[in-house]
């Protein structure tokens, strides 16, 4: 059985729904990673500004399944609460389902992966590795701050739920961190200052790529 990115190059899935040209260029995967609150959003929406990415917002996805009460919605509901991370499989299906049906080849992939299982996953059912990495790496003091600031009324922007979720990141997407670190992909942001001072330090990364083709 092909993968994703097989499947899409070789026009099997745009033909599937009547679409005829399958996808010609080579996709080009960043993945957005750090804590809650570490401005991960906040910047992928300049980046797609500047640079023309789709922006595949793993929590978003997930939090659109709770919104149209599909079957998985109550689970993923109470995973958010508790700060816990959704099985791969569900995430990854979610992520797999905007890709195919974006006409975009550059996709910045936001909070993916958290977990080591998630980044294996994303791996064995895309079938490929991202091509950057971004770390936003911010102290937790003023992660919590931030999102306790937020007021766009979502379930884990409380105190004890927060918690929950530095522990997580600290126990579960470290690893990753590492991972892509050891492999040469990753780039660290330091995440304080202006959303502008941050950005400055995100542009030349990409800049870099566009230059190179
Ligand atoms: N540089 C910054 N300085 C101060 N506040 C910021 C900065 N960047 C983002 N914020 C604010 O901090 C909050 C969290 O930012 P954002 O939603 O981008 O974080 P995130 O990494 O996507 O968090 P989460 O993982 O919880 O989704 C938002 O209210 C945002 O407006
Ligand atoms: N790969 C992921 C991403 C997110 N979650 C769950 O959603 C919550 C909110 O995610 P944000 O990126 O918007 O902060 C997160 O705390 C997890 O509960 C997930 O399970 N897997
Ligand atoms: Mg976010």
Redesign the pocket.
């Known amino acids: 059985r092909l993968n994703t990115w097989e499947s899409l190059t070789t026009g099997i899935a745009q033909q599937a729904k009547g679409v005829i040209a399958p996808k010609e260029k080579t996709p080009f995967i960043t993945f957005v990673l ?10 992928c929406i300049k980046i797609v500004e500047t640079f023309g990415f789709a922006h595949l917002s793993a ?1 978003d996805l997930l939090r659109r399944e709770i919104a149209s009460k599909s079957a998985d919605g109550a689970m993923i509901l109470n995973t958010i609460k508790e700060g816990k991370i959704v099985p791969s499989q569900v995430t990854v299906k979610l992520i797999q389902k905007e890709m195919e049906l974006s006409d975009n080849h550059k996709f910045l992939i ?2 993916f992966p958290r977990t080591e299982e998630n980044r294996v996953s994303f791996e064995q059912i895309i079938g490929v590795e991202p091509n950057v990495v971004l770390f ?1 790496d911010c102290p937790e003091e003023e992660m919590v701050k ?2 306790l ?3 766009e009324g979502r379930v884990d922007d409380n105190l004890e739920t927060i918690k929950k979720r530095l522990t997580v990141f600290q126990a579960l997407s470290l690893p990753v961190i590492n991972y892509y670190s050891e492999k040469g992909k990753l780039y660290t942001i330091k ?5 502008d001072e ?1 950005f400055e330090q995100v542009r030349p990364i990409f800049a870099a790529f566009e230059t190179v083709g």
Do not use: L, Y
């Open positions: 750090g804590g809650p609150g570490s401005g991960k959003g906040t910047q929590g936001d909070g936003f931030r999102v600031n937020r007021n995440a304080i200052g202006t959303e941050i």
